[in-house]
């Protein structure tokens, strides 16, 4: 049998986080500077019903079974095989590599998750509807992460720029033209489940004055939806250095991350925020294209990681 692979790109929140868990809007689109891909070979030659999952990037190789209950990965395979009712796996190997930096907030777990269910439905002979992709990804996400708004999922199976509504609605955002975002790690990994959660516990203390911010965030990613769709790079910019400044008030900033914030926008950047969870992972910045270069150097001399560009909004990427 051929070797079969799928793909799945990293993700980045442009507007938004934390308030869509609470049922503001958010737009959030795909990242194709970093995916996860998975490939399956069959192994005829052996007769076991347990996969053999190879990770490069950890240095692990092990049998699907040995993997923890709620690990990731098992439960993408477990849940497609559910869903497909497959009842014994054939035998065969599952590599998956990804570079997307973990707990960084572009998206690492729901892209392996992709990746992973898309390869095995397809190696099991199925061709499955973006819809289904995407809702066996969320009951992943619900395992890994709580209680996720399904924006991460959604963006990465669709891949494309979405104008999100938990529960609620999903809308392509088409953009007028290509957008150039700058992208900058801090280096620093934290994890989203924990970082939702006290943002929980502030909203069950101050549910006033944190309702209040969720809804102006909300009003951020209304605006700037009308901005992206018109092409105002400037006024993105200036909504999302406001809507970092709220996240900072949500408590999920860093000195680190208002650090590179404040150095994309000393270095001649629209506007930047942090994406994501935060408390840790990455900023994002849009800058006039002449200050695009200083904007980056000035990331990397001030102790970014790592820092990248990705152009938004162009063609669909291919897998
Ligand atoms: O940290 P990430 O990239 O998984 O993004 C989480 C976004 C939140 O709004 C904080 C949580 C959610 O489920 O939407």
Redesign the pocket.
């Known amino acids: 049998m051929a070797t079969i692979y799928a793909k799945a790109f990293g993700k980045t929140?442009l507007f938004g986080?934390?308030a869509?868990?609470y049922g503001q809007p958010?737009i959030a689109v795909p990242v194709n500077a970093v995916y996860a891909k998975a490939t399956i070979e069959a192994l005829p030659k052996t007769n076991s019903h347990d996969a053999l999952i190879v990770l490069p990037n950890l240095g692990i190789t092990r049998n699907l079974s040995d993997f923890a209950d709620n690990d990731p990965i098992r439960t993408a395979i477990s849940i497609t095989r559910d869903y497909l009712s497959i009842k014994m796996l054939p035998a065969m190997m599952i590599t998956i590599a990804s570079n997307i930096p973990i707990a960084a907030?572009?998206?690492s777990?729901a892209a392996v998750a992709i990746a992973t269910i898309k390869a095995v439905s397809q190696f099991l002979g199925f061709s499955l509807e973006n819809k289904e992709i995407n809702d066996l990804a969320f009951q992943v996400e619900i395992i890994q992460?709580g209680k996720?708004?399904?924006?991460?999922n959604s963006t990465i199976t669709y891949n494309q720029p979405l104008y999100f509504v938990k529960d609620y609605s999903m809308e392509l955002l088409v953009l007028k033209n290509p957008i150039k975002i700058v992208i900058a790690d801090s280096g620093i990994r934290s994890l989203?489940k924990e970082?939702?959660a006290e943002v929980r516990a502030l909203y069950q203390k101050e549910p006033d004055t944190t309702g209040m911010i969720f809804d102006q965030i909300g009003d951020i990613s209304k605006k700037a939806r009308a901005e992206i769709e018109k092409g105002h790079l400037k006024m993105i910019g200036n909504l999302m250095t406001l809507n970092h400044q709220l996240l900072v008030r949500l408590g999920v900033s860093c000195n680190a991350l208002d650090n590179l914030v404040d150095v994309a926008l000393g270095n001649g950047a629209y506007g930047a925020k942090l994406?994501?969870?935060g408390k840790g992972?990455i900023i994002i910045a849009v800058t006039p294209e002449i200050h695009i270069e200083k904007v980056i150097s000035a990331l990397i001399t001030n102790r970014a990681a790592n820092v990248f560009m990705t152009t938004i909004g162009s063609t669909r990427d291919k897998e």
């Open positions: 929140i986080e934390h869509v868990v958010a907030g572009l998206g777990s992460h996720p708004s399904g924006i991460d989203t970082v939702v994406c994501g969870g992972g």
